[in-house]
């Protein structure tokens, strides 16, 4: 029976429950602990409490994996309190206590986002998480699916990048639709602005070139994004961290049932006693795919004698076999997380990294390449 950690922020409880929920119907027997960031509900806090909580689960050393799906906003100095210090130096922090897991054998999954490379709002590309490359960056698709949705009939074909302009995005717990704030529904992915390409990812097929489609307008005046009517095809290269490393179904019409309760009152039941809220929501997003991958990595130590450990340098490898574990999901057509887009012929994209995983093959190579050492 694997241990696995659940790092949660104070904002929202949600984040917390629903990992616990999507980790423990992936891996029903594992033991899993919940480090949760202390912020005195201060946004500008955030990011502190983040570290510590991290700081404190790799201190412990009790977990093979570690996932979070929340991230306070790493690559934008107003969201850390101490604005002395420089994002170069935060993210140096960041890098050294997650190569300290990596040492210790714990391997740490992120979630990539839901917004695309849109997750801050600009011209510039900006990522809300960690792009450390000591973490294991997961990101979303969609399945195949047929529905109708505000009088018009969506339909997936096959198994694609999440990137959805065609309907609101779930509705946030204020009760208003992210789309009617400019925020599209998308797998998080691009490039890293303080990292550079770790040796892991360079030379493969994809890495540090992309393809990429228009599909939406910034309009500065607003903060907001609206669709492109005319939407343009990009191609070129970058260097960076490309993001993500692997993906998983994150699409809310295609996603999960999860319940939640909390503390909120929703009035007085007829003794004078609080009435809790508590109800059932159908939900996506990476925040349920990051769980899910530290929940199957917790299968897969159960059954071997010492932790895989750190993914990336083992994955990247594995991918370039005849035989991958990989799917790649590099078509280029209809396959996109709101900009990037597949890439044909390669082994990696933007939207989608390596893409999603045969659990059975990932496994075999993981004791292959032991038995191997």
């Known amino acids: 029976m694997q241990k696995e950690s659940k790092i949660g922020g104070t904002i929202p409880k949600t984040e917390a429950a629903l990992d616990v929920e999507s980790a423990s119907s992936v891996a029903p027997k594992a033991d899993i602990d919940i480090y949760s960031g202390y912020s005195n509900n201060n946004l500008t806090s955030l ?78 590309e900006q990522h809300s998480f960690s792009t450390s490359p000591y973490q294991v960056i ?60 770790p040796r892991y990812q360079q030379g493969i097929p994809g890495v540090n070139t992309f393809r990429a489609i228009t599909l939406l307008n910034y309009r500065p005046q607003t903060h907001l994004y609206t669709i492109n009517p005319h939407p343009k095809i990009l191609t070129g290269t970058h260097t960076g961290r490309n993001l993500p490393d692997v993906s998983g179904n994150a699409d809310k019409q295609t996603g999960y049932a999860t319940y939640f309760s909390s503390d909120m009152s929703t009035g007085s039941d007829s003794k004078g006693k609080p009435i809790l809220k508590k109800y059932w929501l159908i939900g996506g997003g990476t925040s349920y795919t990051s769980p899910q991958m530290a929940a199957a990595n917790a299968i897969m130590n159960s059954g071997r004698t010492t932790s895989i450990g750190f993914w990336n340098s083992q994955i990247y490898k594995f991918a370039q076999q005849t035989d991958t574990p990989f799917n790649p999901l590099n078509d280029a057509n209809n396959n996109n997380n709101l900009f990037y887009t ?30 191997s050492q």
């Open 138 to 197: 997961v990101g979303g698709t969609t399945l195949p699916y047929t529905q109708k949705i505000h009088h018009k009939t969506i339909t997936v074909t096959k198994e694609r990048a999440l990137g959805d302009i065609d309907h609101p995005s779930e509705p946030v717990f204020g009760g208003f639709y992210e789309i009617l704030k400019g925020i599209f529904h998308g797998s998080g992915g691009g490039f890293s602005a303080l990292n550079p390409t």
């Open 47 to 124: 990011p502190s409490a983040y570290y510590t909580s991290f700081m404190q689960a790799i201190s412990n050393d009790l977990d093979h994996q570690i996932s979070t799906s929340y991230s306070p906003a790493i690559e934008s100095l107003g969201g850390w309190d101490d604005h002395s210090a420089t994002l170069a130096n935060y993210n140096h922090a960041l890098n050294l206590m997650f190569e300290q897991a990596a040492t210790e054998g714990i391997t740490v999954f992120q979630a990539s986002g839901d917004s695309g490379p849109y997750a801050m709002g600009g011209l510039k």
């Open 342 to 371: 597949g890439q044909p012929g390669t082994l990696y994209n933007q939207a989608t990294g390596l893409g999603t995983i045969n659990f059975d093959k990932l496994y075999q190579d993981f004791n292959n390449q032991d038995a």
